[in-house]
């Protein structure tokens, strides 16, 4: 964990409607850094669940269930992802329960109760395969099965689908990369996006054979663990290159660079240049809480969310 960094989850707000993709640890946090109120966000899309990137998830749902219209009034809040999103929601939300109860039990409560329990107010979508999952007449969100579980055998694979989604906007297309590998669907439903946000696990090679290096000498990993880790970054990761490559390949017109641990500014200008190395147009390299805003298919920075 860093000081500086918490977990993957981006805000994106369309005509003043809020929808947060992804959830990692610390996003409530930054939610409240950022001056936003979770309980005004009303849809939350997961691109796969992986623990950095939901584990975050009860903090959210916690404050919404509290805050939202008080004691547990507002809702409904609709959460989208892969399959076991429910059982993940479900999860959260009897964790967050319990230490509800004990408000609820001192009457008059203003709670609304289905017998002993709280009345749910989380609803899951599960997204079964690619298409169209979502059209709120704000935004339309297409996912694609992208290649981040390459390495899961194709047996029990259907129970751990990762998506990229792609979003269309009235000011232009944003593609959330997801974590995934370069092959795959990341190329084709990248075709035509004003902006690809993109996961940069890292580098180039050499920085993680050094990452991968050291980590395995401090956890004394025999060969064939240290490889099956590499094959992950390898396979299921992106590094600035191929990043430059898809978004040149696939028509992109800018690249936001996220899901990203560059060493301190030297580094974060070097991953920027690595992608630039394959792609010409712009290519941007945010801290965490950065803002930026597409208008008419152009994307600019626009100062830091952090209040
Ligand atoms: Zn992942
Ligand atoms: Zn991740």
Same mark, same amino acid.
């Given at each position: ?5 918490s977990?993957?989850s981006?805000l ?16 409530a946090?930054r939610?409240?850094?950022a ?5 005004g ?7 796969h669940?992986?623990?950095d ?7 959210v ?8 219209g ?16 429910k ?5 959260g939300?009897?964790f967050?329960?319990v +230490?509800f109860?004990?408000?609820? @039990? =001192?009457p008059?409560t203003? *709670?609304r #109760?289905?017998?002993d329990e709280f009345?749910?107010? !989380? ?9 169209l999952?979502?059209?709120? +007449?704000?935004?339309r969100?297409? @996912? =694609?099965?992208n290649?981040? *579980?390459? #390495?899961?055998p194709p047996?029990?694979?259907?129970? !751990?689908?990762?998506y990229s ?16 590998g ?6 084709a439903i990248?075709?035509?996006?004003d ?10 090679s ?11 000498a401090?956890?004394?990993w ?9 094959d992950?970054?390898?396979y299921e990761?992106l ?15 800018s ?23 394959y792609?010409s147009?712009?290519?941007?390299a945010?801290d ?15 100062g830091?969310?952090?209040?």
């Amino acid at each position: 964990m860093r000081f500086d960094r918490s977990e993957p989850s981006t805000l994106l707000i369309v005509n003043g409607r809020k929808y947060l993709i992804d959830c990692g640890i610390g996003t409530a946090r930054r939610l409240v850094e950022a001056g936003i109120n979770s309980s005004g966000i009303r849809t939350i899309f997961f691109t796969h669940l992986h623990a950095d990137h939901d584990m975050g998830l009860a903090d959210v749902m916690a404050t919404d269930f509290f805050d939202g219209g008080g004691a547990g009034q507002a809702g409904p809040f609709d959460i989208y992802g892969p399959p076991q999103t429910k059982e993940l929601v479900d999860a959260g939300f009897r964790f967050i329960s319990v +230490g509800f109860r004990p408000f609820a @039990a =001192a009457p008059p409560t203003a *709670y609304r #109760m289905r017998g002993d329990e709280f009345v749910d107010p !989380f609803v899951v979508h599960e997204i079964a395969g690619d298409g169209l999952v979502f059209d709120d +007449g704000n935004i339309r969100v297409t @996912a =694609a099965e992208n290649s981040h *579980y390459l #390495m899961i055998p194709p047996a029990t694979r259907p129970r !751990f689908k990762t998506y990229s989604y792609k979003v269309q906007t009235p000011d232009g297309v944003i593609v959330f990369s997801g974590d995934t590998g370069p092959s795959g669907a990341i190329g084709a439903i990248a075709g035509g996006a004003d902006v690809l946000i993109a996961e940069s696990s890292y580098r180039d090679s050499k920085d993680l054979d050094q990452s991968i290096g050291a980590r395995a000498a401090r956890n004394h990993w025999p060969p064939l663990m240290t490889n099956r880790f590499r094959d992950h970054f390898v396979y299921e990761h992106l590094d600035t290159a191929q990043i430059g490559q898809i978004a040149a390949k696939a028509g992109a017109k800018s690249v936001i660079l996220y899901h990203y641990d560059p060493a301190d500014k030297a580094d974060q200008a070097a991953f920027v240049s690595g992608v630039k190395q394959y792609f010409s147009g712009p290519v941007f390299a945010p801290d965490d809480l950065d803002r930026y805003c597409l208008s008419s298919g152009t994307v600019a920075p626009c100062g830091s969310a952090r209040r």
